[in-house]
């Protein structure tokens, strides 16, 4: 019986990527292994939204060339740097034994086979046609113990924004059809799943017969379904529709995830984002009417070329005037192929400290309005819907409100359940406290028709 690792980096895609790439593997009849030194096959499941993550890579690459040379385990890298750097990426690492891309995952049994007869080193990065892609249906026994799973409604994106390689890794935007999904939600919900994710890289423009509000509502509907969430989303796509269905259905949980990217007009029309910031906040001023107490989290980039100090002035202004729950923010680098990367210096690039500098006093300033937001918590009782122990005290419980934020608590209300908690302590990243009612136990569920795949996923933002 041969070991496989999967290392992986990025978005929630590629972690439901890898949960896929599991499936694979387990008809392969590869088992999984928590280590790599122990591993016959090592797959790099990789991000390119930023240069870093192709840095981290690449170190990740280094590390494992020893387990190649002492016990010839196979090398693979997969996602979106090896959709974007295809055959260049065998010459840039002559120790990597395959590449293949996002569309290819089902063909891996091919890759590795060919690998092992025929010692050629393979690349597979090419497009299925969006009329043919067909969407692999998700094997619940991946998921079985797990309380919220990840769900893929749509792959890809139409919007090509300056500064993003997504539509050159990822492809044109392809949904997926409203049936598989609920199916792919009934069957999680046998396994224990309670919360689900919807996930794809623009949720808010899908369209697998039916809208994406109507689908949220749907998949809600679903018996043992508690909570729905789902991400990312473009800010042009927050329809009238989907934000009624925040009014009209608790399911679909107070959490809303709107990259804004910037808070200066001026740079968001180089960017090619068809919106200016006063269409953004009255959207947003309509979802927090239809949802108050609705937490709002973004996307910022800072240092896109051309920024001036009033730009990111007007960033820190629409930051203190939102008072985002959280915001994910990060200096611009340039990806290859994209309008940005190729009129940087023509736009005026910024210098790199300019960008660190600024970006200190942005997130300087975010976790002060966190820790505001999550200090106003304490006293109160909060919903938490318990996903297991504590990653840094297995004595206490963690789960997460309603809202995504985290919380730490004393207690022992099993994985599944809904408590209340009394918040004594918070943190900008976390709520601490102590279980003062079981709302809800944990649902009966079907036993195990086959062993199930415990993935051992390492995984990297």
Known sequence: MKRYFIHTFGCQMNVNDTLRMSEVLGRMEYVPTPTPENADLIILNTCAIREKAEEKMLSALGRYRPIKLSRGALIGVGGCVAQQEKQKLLKKVPYIDFVFGPDAIAKLPEMVQK???????????????????????????????KVTEFVTVMKGCDNVCSFCVVPHTRGREVSRPFVE???????????GVREVTLIGQNVNSYRGGISFAQLLLRVAEVPGILRVRFTTSHPHDL???????????????????????????????????????AEYLER????????????????????????????FEQTMRLTEQVRFENQFSFIFSPRPKTVAGLKEAEWGAIPHEVKIARLERLQKLQRSISG?????QVGKEVEV????????????????????????????APAG???KV?????????LSGVMTTMIEPPPDVKPPVRESFALPVLAEA
């Open 284 to 311: 947003l001023e309509k979802l927090r009417a239809a949802r108050p107490g609705i937490a709002v989290t973004t996307d910022i980039i800072v240092g896109f070329p051309g920024e001036t100090e009033e730009d």
């Open 181 to 191: 999904v609920l199916g792919e939600v009934r069957d999680l919900v046998s396994v």
């Open 417 to 419: 359940s809904v408590v």
């Open 115 to 145: 690998v092992r007869t025929e010692r050629a080193r393979v690349v597979e990065t090419a497009w299925i046609d969006s009329e043919e892609y067909v969407f692999p249906r998700a094997d619940p026994e991946t998921s079985r113990g």
């Open 422 to 430: 009394k918040v004594e302590r918070a943190s900008p990243n976390a």
């Open 372 to 376: 505001e937001i999550m200090q106003a």
């Open 239 to 277: 329809s009238d529709e989907l934000i009624d269905a925040f009014r009209t259905q608790p399911k679909i949980a107070p959490h809303f995830h709107l990259p804004v990217q910037c808070g200066s007009d001026e740079v968001l029309e180089r960017m090619k984002r068809d919106y200016t910031i």
């Open 385 to 412: 819907l318990v996903e297991g122990a504590s990653r840094f005290d297995s004595g206490r419980r963690f789960g997460r409100t309603p809202e995504n934020r985290t919380v730490n608590f004393d207690g022992d």
